[in-house]
Nanobody, 120 residues
Framework: QVQLVESGGGLVQAGGSLRLSCAAS????????MGWYRQAPGKQRDMVAR???????DYADSVKGRFSISRDNAKNTVYLQMNSLNTEDTAIYYC??????????????WGQGTQVTVSS
């Protein structure tokens, strides 16, 4: 199974920027979409940004124009550049990967999460 390791979270002031990284490792047949999700206290986990194997992206309305997702297929790594951060972005950010473990076995994995805290 694929393991995901996130990094780059931390404390930042409103208006600042952070760049999250998520490296995937393990045996797989093919990596499909990778994405970032976040969960604030008392709320459900929601999609922030997603990128498929061809590079097509999708963003939550709340982060459009501020966040940018990218991936390095050679490194099996996905990034999330977060600019113009505000307090509403405070959450635990989780990396997700959708992949084929074997030719006909589709699976997904979650990272452990990394805390992003934006202060006013």
């Amino acid at each position: 199974q694929v393991q995901l390791v996130e990094s780059g979270g931390g404390l930042v002031q409103a208006g600042g920027s952070l760049r999250l990284s998520c490296a995937a490792s393990g045996i797989m047949f093919r990596m499909n979409a990778m994405g970032w999700y976040r969960q604030a206290p008392g709320k459900q986990r929601d999609m922030v940004a997603r990128i498929d194997s061809g590079g097509s992206t999708d963003y939550a309305d709340s982060v459009k124009g501020r966040f940018s997702i990218s991936r390095d297929n050679a490194k099996n790594t996905v990034y999330l550049q977060m600019n113009s951060l505000n307090t509403e972005d405070t959450a635990i950010y989780y990396c997700n990967a959708d992949y084929y473990r074997h030719t006909y076995s589709r699976e997904s994995s979650w990272g452990q999460g990394t805390q992003v805290t934006v202060s006013s």
